[in-house]
């Protein structure tokens, strides 16, 4: 068999067949072994492919040649070494844009080491526009998934499993915060907390309205947590939703805030320590009349029986609620929103409203509601003409 280009670490050599191949030795030592490239054409195009493997190893760049596609390096190799590393609400959500939006598309079969950035390009585009089987996500939520990708290849990269990021230099879609958050008004508000008075999860939403706390901060929130003679209450741990891994898997796990902003304590106004009084009375009730199968898990909105309630139920019964009372149709997060944009309104100053809604920093308050924000300058610069201008200072006469 014919020789070319022989050299200390690797040769190129012609098959019987006519094609060119390369033998290179990777690793030293105990670690060294043999890979080839078959399949050239020429000889110089051999050589050349031998010139580039080389000088990844000089530059310790060089990766081996595999065939694990997208999918399996997300969730065989990826996912399991990051779980420790993030929040479990984090994670939960990385395994479920994975699953949904990801392993199941065509680029989810290709090659780890063959995705380039026109076919992530592609997959966003695919996710902006739906299809028969699946629905159109927004530029945020595919702007998410991009971010999730981007990730997945530093960490590849840093792994010596790819070369290059082709998240680097892929397009995903931009967000553009938005200004017209649907809210509910001050009267609107007051109309559904009038109109859930015998709802059994009448506490969870005067929680939701009059602290801004979040679904999940609502749902882990343990008598312990509060001290109803001072008023206030400690956000130490949250629900969140899962991948339901297995038959008769709750789909919920426990969690802790987002932040370290998030572990908070929020002062509570006499009107909803008066509300969670009753509910507390209530559930007292409701437990004896129950019996020993109740599940006491100190929890302040619980299902009958105690046990923790799933998120997404949650949901859906607000949107049941908020439909009965014949009001304008917002997600539940929009209560947080509506908290928020009143408290802002009402003269509240911004880092007093970021403390109660455990944003890591005022700017994310400040950038969330930024419409709010213009209202106040609006306000603050009628307050300064005033001064400069009053309003009732006499008019100029007209000249004739």
């Not at 595999?66 to 399991?80: G, S, V």
């Not at 939960?92 to 699953?99: A, D």
């Not at 509300?275 to 619980?302: K, N």
């Not at 603050?380 to 201008?389: F, M, Q, S, T």
Request: glycine fraction near 8%; aromatic fraction near 6%.
């Amino acid at each position: 068999m014919p020789t070319s280009g022989v050299g200390r670490r690797g040769s190129v050599r012609q098959s019987a067949n006519g094609t060119w191949y390369l033998v290179v030795d990777i690793g030293a030592g105990a670690e060294r072994k043999q890979t080839r490239r078959r399949g050239f054409a020429t000889q110089k195009a051999a050589q050349a492919e031998l010139t580039r493997i080389l000088g990844s190893l000089e530059q310790r760049t060089y990766v081996s040649p595999n065939r694990q596609t997208l999918a399996e390096f997300l969730q065989q190799t990826w996912l399991p070494t990051v779980e420790h590393t993030v929040k479990p609400g984090t994670f939960e959500s990385y395994r479920r844009n994975v699953r949904l939006h990801i392993a199941g598309r065509p680029i989810g079969r290709v090659p780890l080491q063959e995705v380039d950035p026109t076919q992530l390009n592609a997959l966003y585009g695919a996710l902006l526009s739906g299809d028969d089987e699946h629905r159109a996500l927004s530029p945020r939520s595919v702007a998410y998934v991009a971010a999730i990708l981007h990730r997945a290849f530093r960490d590849a990269v840093r792994w010596q499993a790819v070369v290059r990021n082709p998240a680097d230099a892929a397009d995903p879609p931009r967000t553009v915060r938005r200004n017209d958050l649907p809210t509910w008004t001050a009267a609107q508000l007051r109309t559904f907390l009038d109109s859930v008075d015998e709802d059994p999860l009448r506490v969870c939403w005067w929680l939701l309205a009059t602290t801004g706390m979040r679904r999940g901060e609502v749902l882990g929130l343990r008598w312990s947590d509060l001290d109803l003679d001072a008023g206030t209450l400690r956000v130490v741990r949250t629900l969140i939703t899962t991948d339901v891994q297995r038959r008769g898997s709750p789909g919920m796990a426990w969690g802790t805030p987002k932040t370290a902003k998030g572990r908070r304590t929020v002062a509570l106004d006499p009107a909803t320590v008066a509300a969670v009084r009753v509910h507390r009375t209530r559930q007292l009730e409701e437990r004896l009349r129950f019996g020993a199968g109740y599940d006491d898990q100190d929890l302040v909105v619980c299902a009958a029986d105690g046990t923790p309630i799933h998120p997404k139920t949650i949901s859906y019964q607000f949107g049941k609620a908020a439909r009965a009372a014949g009001l304008p149709r917002i997600r539940l997060h929009d209560l947080r929103h509506t908290h928020a944009t009143l408290a802002l309104k009402a003269g509240v100053h911004p880092r007093i409203v970021q403390e109660r809604l455990g944003h890591a920093n005022v700017s994310i308050t400040l950038d969330t509601y930024s419409h709010v924000d213009l209202d106040m300058q609006a306000a603050a610069a009628a307050r300064v003409a005033a001064l400069i201008v009053p309003a009732a200072a006499p008019a100029l006469p007209q000249m004739p």
